[in-house]
C-alpha cells in the first residue's frame, strides 16, 4: 500500500510562487508521480507528471512554461513549482502515483492524496 501526503498549499496574489510537495510513503519504490487539480463542479484536469525511470515531465498545456515537476527519488517526494500564478489556477491540487507514468497522466493512478488548495487572488 502507498500514502500520499500533499503539502505546500495556500494563499497567493496573481503573479507570485508556490512550491507543492508530495511525499510517498508505504511500498513508494520505483513509482511513476503527478499533480491533477480540481474545481468545484468540474471535472479533475491534469496538470504535470514525472517518470520514475527518466525523470522526464509532461505537461498540460495551461500550465507549460510556468509549472514545473520534479522528483526527489531518494525521499519518494514529487515537487511542483508554480510561478507567474492566475487566479484560473486556483484549484484543489491532488497528488497521484501508480508503477507507469501513461496510467499517472491518464488520471487512472491508484493512489491518491488528500489534496492541498491553491487560491490565486488579489
Known amino acids: 500500500q502507498v500514502q500520499l501526503v500533499e503539502s505546500g498549499g495556500g494563499l497567493v496574489q496573481p503573479g507570485g510562487s508556490l512550491r507543492l510537495a508530495c511525499a510517498a510513503s508505504?511500498?513508494?519504490?520505483?513509482?511513476?508521480m503527478g499533480w491533477f487539480r480540481q474545481v468545484p463542479g468540474k471535472e479533475r484536469e491534469f496538470v504535470a507528471a514525472?517518470?520514475?525511470?527518466?525523470?522526464?515531465?509532461d505537461y498540460a498545456d495551461s500550465v507549460e512554461g510556468r509549472f514545473t515537476a520534479s522528483m526527489d527519488n531518494a525521499k519518494n517526494t514529487l515537487y511542483l513549482q508554480m510561478n507567474n500564478l492566475k487566479p484560473e489556477d486556483t484549484a484543489v491540487y491532488y497528488c497521484?502515483?501508480?508503477?507507469?507514468?501513461?496510467?499517472?497522466?491518464?488520471?487512472?493512478?491508484?493512489?491518491w492524496g488528500q489534496g492541498t488548495q491553491v487560491t490565486v487572488s488579489s
Open positions: 514525472v517518470g520514475w525511470s527518466l525523470g522526464i515531465a
Open positions: 497521484a502515483a501508480d508503477s507507469r507514468a501513461p496510467t499517472v497522466v491518464s488520471g487512472e493512478a491508484r493512489y
Open positions: 508505504g511500498r513508494a519504490f520505483g513509482l511513476s
